[in-house]
């Protein structure tokens, strides 16, 4: 009779218990084809009104590290601290949200990370009022972090050409360099006061920072791009370096050409080219991701993906925003060196902002990408949601 009591028990729970799991496995898309999909960051949890800004970095031990602006209301000039997430089984698991920079007051935004692929370090950067540019570094993954290093006197430098009242790293990732550089794009403002406690972004300009030295100190590249009638407010840039070891940046602006520009440089900070656009990649006026498909430094693939919000057959659906759409978050591919992109498939077709995208160990894609809205509002995102798949997937071979 004993036995019989403890087997009904155990069926009892199995019906409670397997459901459960199965619906969490629901819930977070697994098995779906090889992506999976599943919320980092949700409006209003956590004491956090929205969350903006994404970033994802693989470590060199493979451990994920997403990283993203919580903000307390939904202006660039809020209350915004910086939290981060870790998974150390290939994104199967989270830890849990947790500030690493911010006091609750103040602008702390436009996080940064590098992953030092020669000693395994993680090296992190962030702005304080537009004002101020900080540095950290991890040498365990992200579970703690030095203090924080003022490194403002770099952007100093670039004064006598363009007087700045704002300044921001990134977005997204930066990345190190065959040679061992660490290089972060890095955009600046005139900056006009638009009210007693902000300025405004434009008109603009960009440049990068290098250091040679894993991060101890840091020089200012050659200034890019400022402001012109050719190319509008250039602004938030992400660098990639290509097979040959030219830098190439992709470079967010405000053309009405809606094209993404790029410029590209034999070391990622000096002799740039001037900037062009890019036909096939379409700017929306948004933050965009490019990365190498690339497990390392060593990793011999030479293939490029690049992500954004690609809205262009969107822009009857609302003619008074047409070209800033921030809808059709698409990924695309190149195999030679960014000058075409054939390969292209999206990953949500509702409303969705900025994005980033790492490689992990394995080879699997993993896009960070602000999905949704709240107030009815493109740029008061909804959730942060990640999503998580394979070559195979990208290329057409499975179905979402």
Not at 280 to 294: F, G, K, T
Not at 299 to 308: G, M, W
Not at 365 to 392: C, K, M, P, W
Request: aromatic share 10%; glycine share 8%.
């Amino acid at each position: 009779m004993l036995f019989c009591r403890i087997v009904l028990a155990l069926s009892v729970t199995a019906v409670l218990y397997f459901p459960a799991l199965l619906m969490e496995a629901q819930q977070a898309g697994q098995g779906a084809g090889g992506f999976t999909s599943e919320n980092l960051w949700t409006a209003n949890v956590g004491g956090y009104k929205t969350y903006r800004i994404p970033g994802i970095v693989v470590t060199k031990r493979g451990v994920i590290v997403a990283y993203t602006s919580a903000r307390r209301g939904t202006s660039d000039w809020e209350d915004i601290d910086i939290v981060m997430r870790r998974s150390v089984d290939n994104g199967r698991t989270w830890g849990p949200s947790r500030r690493i920079a911010g006091d609750g007051h103040g602008t702390t935004d436009n996080p940064v990370a590098i992953t030092d692929y020669q000693n395994g370090s993680l090296v992190f950067l962030y702005q304080q009022n537009y004002e101020r540019c900080y540095m950290m570094r991890s040498s365990d993954d992200g579970k703690t972090f030095t203090k924080p290093v003022d490194i403002t006197s770099v952007f100093e430098t670039f004064r006598p050409q363009f007087d700045w009242h704002v300044i921001a790293p990134g977005v997204g990732h930066a990345i190190q360099l065959r040679s061992g550089r660490l290089l972060v794009p890095v955009w600046m403002a005139f900056g006009a006061p638009t009210s007693p406690t902000s300025r405004a972004h434009r008109p603009s300009a960009i440049a990068t920072i290098y250091s040679d030295d894993h991060g101890k100190t840091w020089q200012a590249g050659d200034m890019i791009a400022v402001n012109s009638d050719g190319l509008p407010n250039p602004s938030e840039s992400m660098a990639v370096q290509l097979p040959d070891g030219r830098v190439y940046l992709s470079i967010r602006n405000e053309s009405e050409k809606h094209r993404r520009a790029f410029a590209m440089s034999p070391d990622g900070a000096h002799h740039w080219t001037k900037p062009e656009f890019t036909d096939a990649l379409y700017e929306p006026i948004c933050a965009a991701s490019i990365v190498r498909y690339a497990s390392s430094l060593k990793d011999p693939d030479t293939r490029i993906l690049f992500s954004n919000p690609d809205s262009e057959d969107l822009k009857a659906q609302d003619p008074k925003r047409a070209g800033r759409l921030r809808q059709n978050m698409t990924l695309r591919m190149s195999s030679d060196g960014a000058k075409t992109w054939p390969v292209s498939r999206v990953i949500d077709a509702g409303v969705a902002g900025y994005s980033d995208v790492a490689v992990g160990r394995d080879k699997s894609i993993y896009v960070l990408y602000e999905e949704g809205a709240i107030h009815n509002s493109e740029t008061d995102n909804a959730r942060e949601v990640l999503v998580h798949f394979t070559l195979n997937w990208l290329n057409g071979s499975h179905e979402k």
